[in-house]
């Protein structure tokens, strides 16, 4: 299908990867080109609507006018939070079942309906938005009615995710095959989470199609009435859904990427796979959250949501929190690859872009995405966080930051292990992750001080001209310097990801690289491969038990944030 690379088949069109080991069939091959190529268009289409989004909320700049403003946003918000991440979610399923499984993909014409169908909604809603000039009516992701938004939107909307729904079939009727094929087998770890990926992804694309049929149906005059409340609650199913979505994909990710790249061992599969079960019952509790102030739902539907159903997506993640730490500290002991308490962690492969972008996903992830969710997941809490500037640097950390550079990072290795090809221009590529991920991790933080300090809208051009306010904006404004210059070195650092990726596909050397991790063959401290149970996850257990301490302490900060909203005395 492509030109790229190099590679041989053999006569039932299989190759050994020489990256992972893995054999590789070309279905599987041709489709993770096709719809990883689509996504990095989108990140760079929404990277460039960045710029202006960026330099029109650093308030000292002022790019854009007000009903500019919303149309770049929204470019930027669909192609960035939707397009770019699921066409690589669609890439990274067909990795983790046919790849990890060594099969063939199965309906591979079914893979290129779902692909056209997918680009063709892309396509439409990117060109309904732009050619959207009546005040109010571009729409940003919660599109919310009655307002009305272009017919084509909506239309693209349903046509976007029906391909979406139908690109994921071949991954499961790959993994169907495989269960009947070899019924008292257990599907890798990797498989098994893009699995429950698959599974997440399809709840939330039924509900964002029992919410967008209706309404495209009411904006061509076929339906009289929408009702609003119905709305935002049938929207969040998706709205929230999808976020979902990239996290499961995520921690796919991690565990392949730390698994190829840094040697890691899965410490314990069972606990592993009982946290993507965790998920599978309780992440999507997560879109109460955006709910909160709405008079369409009850005091006991919040509450449920917010706390006894949240906890058990919380604990899944705390399962991931030091179960990928302590796989990777468990293969690099086996390996030898450093001894004392964190010579595991010292001696990783820092230079390797597809290893520092994996490992800073999952710190910045956890740290500002995953901390900053729970504490916004909470009803009171919420209330400090809702509608401000400080819920856009939530999920800046959660799916600008952390899923964006899991993506990065699996995306210098399919140049490796779906083209054939070495990375252009090396240098770049080892500073690219660290550059980007600390611009945007401080990008992120600046919004949430913004929105939880002072108070700042989402949404808003400005908040310089909203009349009937009063905002402290002297006090703010060294944040907003810091927060655009920061803006600005992201998109820098995103734009240098493309670089390599097309400079690589069109000029990079052929890649006949070794495996980039051996067979284990001592331990840190000397002597032959120990069973994990021996194995010392010392460095793991001080490395969360920091992660812990920072929870408690912002959990604590904003209480006490929200104990200052009405003062008694």
């Given at each position: 299908?492509?030109?790229?690379?190099?590679?041989?088949?053999?006569?039932?069109?299989?190759?050994?990867?020489?990256?992972?080991?893995?054999?590789?069939?070309?279905?599987?091959?041709?489709?993770?080109?096709?719809?990883?190529?689509?996504?990095?268009?989108?990140?760079?289409?929404?990277?460039?609507?960045?710029?202006?989004?960026?330099?029109?909320?650093?308030?000292?700049?002022?790019?854009?006018?007000?009903?500019?403003?919303?149309?770049?946003?929204?470019?930027?918000?669909?192609?960035?939070?939707?397009?770019?991440?699921?066409?690589?979610?669609?890439?990274?399923?067909?990795?983790?079942?046919?790849?990890?499984?060594?099969?063939?993909?199965?309906?591979?014409?079914?893979?290129?309906?779902?692909?056209?169908?997918?680009?063709?909604?892309?396509?439409?809603?990117?060109?309904?938005?732009?050619?959207?000039?009546?005040?109010?009516?571009?729409?940003?992701?919660?599109?919310?009615?009655?307002?009305?938004?272009?017919?084509?939107?909506?239309?693209?909307?349903?046509?976007?995710?029906?391909?979406?729904?139908?690109a994921a079939l071949p991954f499961?009727?790959?993994?169907?095959?495989?269960?009947?094929?070899?019924?008292?087998?257990?599907?890798?770890?990797?498989?098994?989470?893009?699995?429950?990926?698959?599974?997440?992804?399809?709840?939330?694309?039924?509900?964002?199609?029992?919410?967008?049929?209706?309404?495209?149906?009411?904006?061509?005059?076929?339906?009289?009435?929408?009702?609003?409340?119905?709305?935002?609650?049938?929207?969040?199913?998706?709205?929230?859904?999808?976020?979902?979505?990239?996290?499961?994909?995520m921690i796919s990710v991690w565990?392949?990427?730390?698994?190829?790249?840094?040697?890691?061992?899965?410490?314990?599969?069972?606990?592993?796979?009982?946290?993507?079960?965790?998920?599978?019952?309780?992440?999507?509790?997560?879109?109460?959250?955006?709910?909160?102030?709405?008079?369409?739902?009850?005091?006991?539907?919040?509450?449920?949501?917010?706390?006894?159903?949240?906890?058990?997506?919380?604990?899944?993640?705390?399962?991931?929190?030091?179960?990928?730490?302590?796989?990777?500290?468990?293969?690099?002991?086996?390996?030898?690859?450093?001894?004392?308490?964190?010579?595991?962690?010292?001696?990783?492969?820092?230079?390797?872009?597809?290893?520092?972008?994996?490992?800073?996903?999952?710190?910045?992830?956890?740290?500002?995405?995953?901390?900053?969710?729970?504490?916004?997941?909470?009803?009171?809490?919420?209330?400090?966080?809702?509608?401000?500037?400080?819920?856009?640097?939530?999920?800046?950390?959660?799916?600008?930051?952390?899923?964006?550079?899991?993506?990065?990072?699996?995306?210098?290795?399919?140049?490796?292990?779906?083209?054939?090809?070495?990375?252009?221009?090396?240098?770049?590529?080892?500073?690219?992750?660290?550059?980007?991920?600390?611009?945007?991790?401080?990008?992120?933080?600046?919004?949430?001080?913004?929105?939880?300090?002072?108070?700042?809208?989402?949404?808003?051009?400005?908040?310089?001209?909203?009349?009937?306010?009063?905002?402290?904006?002297?006090?703010?404004?060294?944040?907003?310097?810091?927060?655009?210059?920061?803006?600005?070195?992201?998109?820098?650092?995103?734009?240098?990801?493309?670089?390599?990726?097309?400079?690589?596909?069109?000029?990079?050397?052929?890649?006949?690289?070794?495996?980039?991790?051996?067979?284990?063959?001592?331990?840190?401290?000397?002597?032959?491969?120990?069973?994990?149970?021996?194995?010392?996850?010392?460095?793991?257990?001080?490395?969360?038990?920091?992660f812990l301490g920072v929870f408690?302490?912002?959990?604590?900060?904003?209480?006490?944030?929200?104990?200052?909203?009405?003062?008694?005395?």
């Open positions: 299908m492509f030109g790229f690379g190099t590679f041989s088949y053999d006569d039932e069109g299989y190759r050994d990867c020489s990256v992972t080991g893995l054999q590789i069939h070309k279905s599987a091959e041709d489709m993770v080109k096709l719809f990883g190529l689509t996504a990095i268009v989108a990140l760079l289409i929404g990277g460039i609507f960045a710029i202006f989004v960026a330099l029109t909320r650093w308030e000292l700049v002022g790019l854009l006018a007000p009903a500019d403003f919303y149309t770049f946003l929204s470019i930027h918000a669909w192609n960035l939070l939707i397009f770019w991440m699921i066409f690589m979610e669609i890439a990274v399923l067909y990795v983790g079942g046919p790849y990890v499984l060594g099969r063939p993909l199965s309906l591979p014409r079914v893979a290129k309906v779902g692909y056209v169908l997918m680009l063709g909604g892309a396509v439409l809603i990117n060109v309904a938005i732009w050619l959207t000039k009546q005040p109010n009516q571009a729409p940003l992701l919660t599109s919310y009615a009655p307002l009305p938004s272009s017919p084509w939107f909506y239309l693209g909307v349903v046509v976007f995710l029906t391909g979406a729904l139908v499961l009727a790959t993994i169907w095959r495989e269960k009947r094929e070899n019924p008292g087998q257990t599907l890798p770890l990797v498989a098994f989470g893009a699995f429950i990926t698959a599974i997440v992804a399809a709840e939330a694309i039924v509900g964002g199609l029992i919410t967008y049929v209706p309404t495209f149906f009411w904006r061509v005059g076929l339906v009289e009435h929408i009702d609003a409340a119905w709305y935002r609650q049938m929207y969040w199913i998706v709205g929230h859904g999808s976020q979902q979505i990239n996290l499961l994909a565990y392949f990427m730390t698994h190829v790249v840094g040697g890691a061992e899965v410490a314990s599969e069972k606990v592993s796979r009982s946290a993507f079960v965790l998920y599978l019952f309780f992440i999507n509790m997560g879109a109460a959250h955006h709910l909160m102030s709405d008079p369409g739902v009850s005091a006991a539907w919040r509450i449920w949501n917010t706390s006894y159903a949240a906890y058990g997506a919380v604990i899944a993640s705390m399962i991931h929190a030091f179960a990928i730490p302590a796989g990777l500290e468990v293969g690099r002991r086996k390996r030898g690859e450093g001894g004392g308490t964190f010579g595991w962690l010292w001696s990783a492969p820092w230079r390797d872009p597809g290893f520092a972008a994996t490992v800073l996903s999952i710190i910045l992830f956890g740290f500002l995405g995953g901390i900053t969710g729970v504490m916004m997941g909470q009803m009171q809490l919420n209330m400090t966080w809702h509608n401000t500037l400080a819920t856009v640097g939530h999920f800046h950390a959660t799916v600008a930051t952390g899923t964006t550079l899991a993506f990065m990072g699996l995306g210098y290795y399919v140049l490796r292990l779906v083209f054939g090809r070495e990375w252009i221009a090396r240098p770049v590529a080892t500073i690219q992750p660290y550059l980007y991920g600390g611009a945007m991790g401080v990008t992120s933080l600046m919004m949430m001080y913004l929105g939880i300090l002072y108070g700042i809208p989402r949404r808003h051009p400005s908040v310089m001209d909203i009349p009937g306010t009063e905002f402290s904006f002297a006090a703010a404004r060294p944040l907003f310097v810091i927060f655009g210059i920061m803006a600005l070195v992201s998109i820098l650092g995103g734009a240098l990801f493309v670089l390599v990726a097309v400079g690589s596909l069109l000029g990079g050397d052929r890649y006949e690289g070794a495996l980039p991790v051996e067979r284990p063959t001592t331990v840190a401290d000397g002597g032959d491969a120990t069973p994990h149970h021996l194995l010392s996850m010392r460095g793991t257990f001080i490395l969360t038990s920091v408690v302490v912002m959990w604590a900060l904003n209480w006490y944030l929200l104990s200052q909203l009405w003062q008694v005395g």
